[in-house]
C-alpha cells in the first residue's frame, strides 16, 4: 500500500464527542443505536448468524480505526479474499445503515430547530423570520423594494442529471420509517391506527432489507420524468403555494399599497426529458410525455382538489347568502338534488369545465373527472377567474375562514403552477445546433458551406434568415436523421407551448456557447418551429434563449458575448418583447473540471461581476441561472450561504439553480424539510436582493485583485497535475470506479459526451462521483493549497490579508467553508488504498503523492487563515455526521476495492459486478453527494 502520513487514518475534521457536546447529540446517537439494533436483528434473522457476526466485526474494527487502535491495513485483510455470498449482505447492512443514519439525522435536525424555537432564541438565518427582522431594521423605501422585486422569480429547476442511486421503492420506505420516529420524536409510542412504533419500525426495516437496492436494468428516461414528478404530490402541491402566499402577505403588509410579488415568486422548473446535450435518448416523443405528464399531473391535483372542495363546500342558499356572480356561475349545473347549494354546483361547473381541458390536452385522463357537457377553459387564468369568484363569494357573506382553507390553497397551486405544472428547459449543445443549421441553411439554398463561413459573415447570415418568415425546409425536405431529430424536438416543444401556455417550455439553453453565432443558430431553430417571429408587424418570442457560459475560458467571455448580441437590433427587439429580461446560465460542473475549484468558484464570480456591469450598461434586466451540481466540486454546498457569496446586482430579485441527484431527495421529499429548504432559497435570495451582503465597500477592487492572483496559481497547479502530468487519466481510470459507473444504471444519459478518453470529454457526474467514491474528493480542493501558500510566501502580511477576507467577504468565506466540508469527507489513506490499484507502480506514486503533499498543504492553509484547527468549526451538523456515521463507511470502501481488484483480474462472476455498484449506490447515499 503506498504511504500515507499516519494522522490520515483518521477521517479528516473528525472531533472528539466533548466537542460535540454530548447532551446536545446523544438523541440523535441514540436514534442511530435504535435502527442499527434493529437492522442487525433484521440481518441476523434472515441471513445468518456468520454474516451478522461478520458485520459486527467489521463494524467494531473500523471504531478501532477511527481511534487508531489498529492500522487500516488490519481492516482491509477482514475482507481478503471474501466469498461473494458473504461480501453482498455485509455490503448490503453498511448501504442499509448509511440510509438509516440520514434519517436519523434528519429527524435529529428537526429536533434541534424546535429546541430553539421552544427556548425563544431569535429566529436562524436562512429562515424567512430572520430575513424579515433584516429587512424592517434597513427601514427600505418601498419603491426600491418593489422595483427590485419586479419580476422576481426563485426557481429549483430539478435536473436531468441523475445522481439519485435509489430505487423508488426503497425511497418510499425510507419515508415511511422518517415519519415514524417523528413519531417518537414526538413521544408517540403508537401509530395512529394503534401499532407500536417499534414493531412498524422493524417491519419497514424488514421491507428494506428483502428489497433490492439497484435496479438490474438502467433507468429510462421515461422512469426519470416519472421520479421528477413525483416530488409534486409528495410535497411541492402542499408547500409551494403555502409560501408564495406566506411571503407575498408578509411583504406587502410591511409595504402595502405596492402589490408587491404580484406573480408567484417561487416556479419551479424541470429539465427532465427537454434536455438533450449528450443524451440521444431525449425525442420529440420524451418532449410530449414530458409535458404532458406534467401537465397530467397539475391538472389530476386540481380535479382531486375540486372533488374535496365538493364535499367540504355543503352550504344550503337556505342558510347563507351568495354574491350574484356565484349564483351565475352555478348556473350551469342544474343537478335536482344540489338546487340549494350553490356553492356545491359552481364548484361542480368548474369540476366540468376542467374535466373539459383534460380531454382537450391530455394524452390520458386523471381521475377524479365529471363529464356536464361544458365548454374547456382555455387558459389557467379562466380557471382562476371561476375560483376567485367562488372565494368572494364566501368573504363577502361571513365564510372568510373557509375561503382561507383548501380553496386559497388551490386558487394559490393554480397561480404558480397553472396548466403546464412546470417550465421545461430545452437544451442542446452548440456544435449540434452548428451541424443542423448547416444542414438546413444547404437544403434551402442559402449558404453550401455555412461551416466555412467566419463568425461576422455567419452572424450576418442568421440575422438575415431571422428577418424572414421564410421557413427553410418544409415536411418533406431531405434531411439527415440528426436534423430531423433536432427539428421534431423544436415542433414537440412549440406543441407544448401551444397546447399548456408559454410557461411550458420558457427556455432554450446552448450549452458550450461560445459566440454571438451559436445564440443566433439556437434561434433559427425556434423559427422554424413557429416559436420566433421578429418582423415588422410583431416580435413573438415566448421562449428566451439562454447561453451558457461553462469553460473559464466562456467564463471570461460571457459579457462581451452577450453585449455584441444585444448590439443587434434584431436580438434586442426579442429581448425587449420578452420585457427586456435576458437569462444567463452558468456552468459550475465544467468550469471546475476544466480548472480546479478555486479557480472555477473566482471565474464565475467575475463573469457575474462583467454580466451585472453589461445588463446595466444595455438596460436590460438579467435573470442569473445557476448550474450547480449537489457536490461542492460542481457548485453544491449550503444554498443560503451561496446566494449570499453572490456579487452585487448579481441575483437581483430572481434566482435560477438546478437541483440534481440525491440533493432532490435530500431536500424536497416531504413537505416540512422542503418547506424549510424552499424557505432558505427565498430567504437568501430576498436579503441578497434588498440588503449590501458582500461587504466589502471600497475594499472591493483591492479583493478582487488578491483573487485574481490566487485563482490563477491556482489553475496553474490543477493543470499540471490533471491535464499535464503524463498518465494522469490512467491513473484516475485505475484508481477510481469510473469504469464501472455506466453500469451503475442510475440514469439514461451516457457518462460521456463522446466515446473518447479525454477528461475534457467526460461529463462533470462521473468525474465528482468517481473522486467520491475512492475518497480522494479532488475536484472540490485541488490546487487551492498551493495558490495560498505560494501567495503568502511572497510578502509580508499576506496572510493577514487573507484572513481579513475571510472576516469580512462572504464569498471567500464560503468558498473556504465548502472546500473544508470536502476535505472533512476525503479521506488519503483510503485513497492509498484506491491507488494500489493502480499496476504502474511508478504512475501511482508519482500521482498519488502529488495528489496528498496537495492535501495536507490545503488543510495547513485552510487552518492558518481561518485560525481554526477543526474543519468544521462552522458545520456542526456536518461534525456530527462524521463522527457518528463514518467509520460505518470503511468496510464499504475496502469491499470495493476488493471486488474492483477481482473484476479487473478478470473474475466476471456476476455476484462481484453487482457487489461493485452496491458499494457505489452504499457510499453514495452515505457521503449524500455522489455527482
Not at 405596492?258 to 418532449?287: K, M, Y
Request: hydrophobic share 40%; glycine share 6%; charged share 25%.
Amino acid at each position: 500500500m503506498a504511504e500515507v502520513p499516519e494522522t490520515s487514518l483518521e477521517p479528516i475534521g473528525a472531533v472528539t464527542r466533548t466537542q460535540l457536546g454530548r447532551e446536545a447529540t446523544e438523541p440523535m446517537r441514540e436514534d442511530i443505536r435504535l435502527l442499527g439494533a434493529i437492522l442487525g436483528d433484521t440481518v441476523r434473522e434472515q441471513n445468518g448468524d456468520e454474516v451478522f457476526e461478520l458485520v459486527e466485526r467489521a463494524r467494531v474494527e473500523s471504531f478501532r480505526v477511527r481511534r487508531s487502535e489498529i492500522n487500516r491495513s488490519e481492516l482491509a485483510m477482514l475482507f481478503d479474499g471474501i466469498d461473494i455470498h458473504q461480501a453482498i449482505p455485509v455490503i448490503r447492512a453498511f448501504s442499509h445503515f448509511a440510509l438509516l443514519a440520514n434519517v436519523a439525522e434528519d429527524i435529529h435536525r428537526e429536533r434541534r430547530r424546535a429546541i430553539h424555537v421552544a427556548a425563544g432564541e431569535p429566529p436562524q438565518d436562512s429562515t424567512l423570520a430572520a430575513t424579515y427582522g433584516k429587512l424592517d431594521s434597513a427601514r427600505l423605501d418601498a419603491g426600491t423594494v418593489a422595483d427590485a422585486l419586479r419580476g422576481a422569480l426563485v426557481s429549483p429547476v430539478i435536473t436531468a442529471h441523475p445522481t439519485e442511486t435509489r430505487r423508488r421503492t426503497v425511497f418510499d420506505t425510507q419515508h415511511r420509517i422518517t415519519q415514524l420516529m417523528r413519531l417518537r420524536l414526538h413521544g408517540q409510542g403508537e401509530t395512529e391506527d394503534g401499532r407500536p412504533v417499534e414493531t412498524e419500525l422493524r417491519r419497514q426495516i424488514l421491507t428494506l432489507w428483502q428489497t433490492a437496492l439497484i435496479r438490474l436494468s438502467r433507468l429510462k428516461i421515461q422512469d426519470e420524468i416519472a421520479v421528477g414528478l413525483r416530488y409534486y404530490p409528495a410535497a411541492f402541491f402542499e408547500v409551494i403555494p403555502k409560501v408564495n402566499a406566506g411571503v407575498r402577505d408578509a411583504l406587502r403588509a410591511r409595504w402595502p399599497g405596492t402589490e408587491l410579488l404580484a406573480e408567484p415568486i417561487l416556479r419551479p422548473g424541470s429539465w427532465i426529458g427537454g434536455d438533450r446535450d449528450g443524451n440521444p435518448n431525449v425525442t420529440a416523443e420524451v418532449v410530449r410525455l414530458a409535458t404532458g405528464s406534467a401537465a397530467y399531473t397539475a391538472l389530476g391535483h386540481y380535479l382531486a382538489e375540486l372533488t374535496q372542495l365538493e364535499q367540504e363546500l355543503s352550504m344550503s342558499a337556505r342558510l347563507v347568502k351568495t354574491t350574484g356572480e356565484l349564483l351565475i356561475l352555478a348556473e350551469a349545473c342544474n343537478e335536482q338534488a344540489r338546487l340549494d347549494e350553490p356553492y356545491r354546483r359552481a364548484l361542480r361547473v368548474v369540476h366540468a369545465r376542467l374535466t373539459a381541458t383534460g380531454q382537450d390536452v391530455l394524452d390520458r385522463m386523471p381521475e377524479h373527472t365529471l363529464d356536464l357537457g361544458l365548454p374547456s377553459y382555455q387558459t389557467p387564468a379562466e380557471l382562476l377567474a371561476d375560483l376567485d369568484v367562488i372565494d368572494a363569494s364566501l368573504r363577502a357573506n361571513g365564510s372568510a375562514l373557509l375561503a382561507d382553507d383548501r380553496l386559497a390553497r388551490l386558487r394559490d397551486a393554480v397561480d404558480v403552477f397553472g396548466f403546464h405544472l412546470s417550465g421545461l428547459d430545452m437544451r442542446q449543445n452548440s456544435e449540434m445546433h452548428e451541424q443542423v443549421v448547416a444542414e438546413l441553411l444547404s437544403w434551402a439554398g442559402v449558404h453550401p458551406d455555412y461551416a466555412s463561413l467566419s463568425e461576422p459573415e455567419r452572424v450576418e447570415l442568421l440575422v438575415s434568415e431571422l428577418a424572414t418568415r421564410r421557413p427553410l425546409v418544409r415536411d418533406d425536405s431531405e434531411l439527415s436523421e440528426l436534423a430531423r431529430k433536432e427539428l421534431d424536438i423544436v415542433f414537440a416543444a412549440a406543441r407544448a407551448v401551444r397546447v399548456f401556455g408559454p410557461a411550458a417550455v420558457p427556455n432554450y439553453i446552448i450549452s458550450m456557447c461560445q459566440s454571438v453565432s451559436d445564440m443566433l443558430e439556437a434561434a433559427i431553430l425556434l423559427k422554424e418551429a413557429g416559436l420566433l417571429d421578429v418582423s415588422d408587424e410583431r416580435v413573438y418570442a415566448p421562449v428566451g434563449i439562454v447561453p451558457l457560459f461553462e469553460t473559464i475560458d466562456d467564463l471570461q467571455r460571457g459579457s462581451s458575448i452577450l453585449e455584441s448580441v444585444l448590439d443587434l437590433p434584431l436580438y434586442r427587439a426579442m429581448v425587449h418583447a420578452r420585457g427586456e429580461s435576458q437569462e444567463v446560465m452558468l456552468g459550475y460542473s465544467d468550469s471546475n473540471k476544466d480548472g480546479g475549484y478555486l479557480a472555477a468558484n473566482w471565474a464565475l464570480y467575475r463573469a457575474e461581476l462583467d454580466l451585472v456591469e453589461s445588463a446595466r450598461k444595455t438596460g436590460i434586466r438579467l435573470r442569473l441561472f445557476h448550474g450547480r451540481g449537489g457536490t461542492v466540486g460542481r457548485g453544491g454546498g449550503p444554498s443560503y450561504d451561496a446566494i449570499l457569496a453572490q456579487p452585487p446586482g448579481a441575483v437581483n430579485g430572481s434566482l435560477r439553480l438546478t437541483e440534481q441527484g440525491e440533493i432532490i431527495a435530500a431536500k424536497y421529499a416531504e413537505p416540512r424539510i422542503a418547506h424549510r429548504n424552499l424557505e432558505t432559497l427565498l430567504a437568501a435570495t430576498l436579503e441578497s436582493t434588498l440588503l449590501d451582503v458582500e461587504g466589502l465597500g471600497d475594499a472591493a477592487g483591492p479583493a478582487y485583485q488578491v483573487l485574481d492572483d490566487l485563482a490563477a496559481r491556482a489553475q496553474r497547479a490543477y493543470a499540471e497535475l490533471v491535464h499535464e502530468t503524463p498518465g494522469f487519466v490512467e491513473y484516475f481510470k485505475a484508481s477510481t470506479p469510473v469504469s464501472e459507473i455506466g453500469s451503475l444504471n442510475i440514469g439514461s444519459r451516457p457518462t460521456s459526451r463522446k466515446p473518447t478518453t479525454s477528461i475534457a470529454d467526460l461529463r462533470a457526474i462521473p468525474w465528482v462521483l468517481a473522486w467520491s467514491q475512492s475518497r480522494v474528493m479532488l475536484p472540490g480542493w485541488y490546487g487551492t493549497g498551493t495558490a495560498f501558500e505560494e501567495w503568502i510566501a511572497e510578502g509580508d502580511g499576506r496572510l493577514e490579508v487573507l484572513q481579513d477576507l475571510y472576516e469580512k467577504w462572504p464569498f471567500f468565506a464560503t468558498v473556504l467553508s465548502n472546500m473544508a466540508q470536502v476535505l472533512a469527507k476525503s479521506d488519503m489513506g483510503l485513497a492509498a488504498r484506491y491507488s494500489e490499484l493502480v499496476g504502474d507502480e511508478e504512475l501511482r506514486r508519482r500521482v498519488f503523492d502529488k495528489i496528498v503533499a496537495e492535501h495536507d498543504r490545503t488543510i495547513r492553509m485552510h487552518k492558518l487563515i481561518t485560525k481554526q484547527d477543526d474543519l468544521l468549526a462552522d458545520n456542526p451538523a456536518l461534525a456530527r455526521s462524521v463522527f457518528n456515521r463514518f467509520p460505518y463507511l470503511e468496510p464499504l470502501n475496502h469491499l470495493q476495492v476488493e471486488l474492483l481488484r477481482r473484476y479487473r483480474s478478470g473474475d466476471e462472476e456476476e455476484l462481484v459486478q453487482r457487489g461493485i455498484l452496491l458499494t457505489m449506490s452504499g457510499l453514495a447515499s452515505a457521503l449524500r453527494n455522489s455527482g
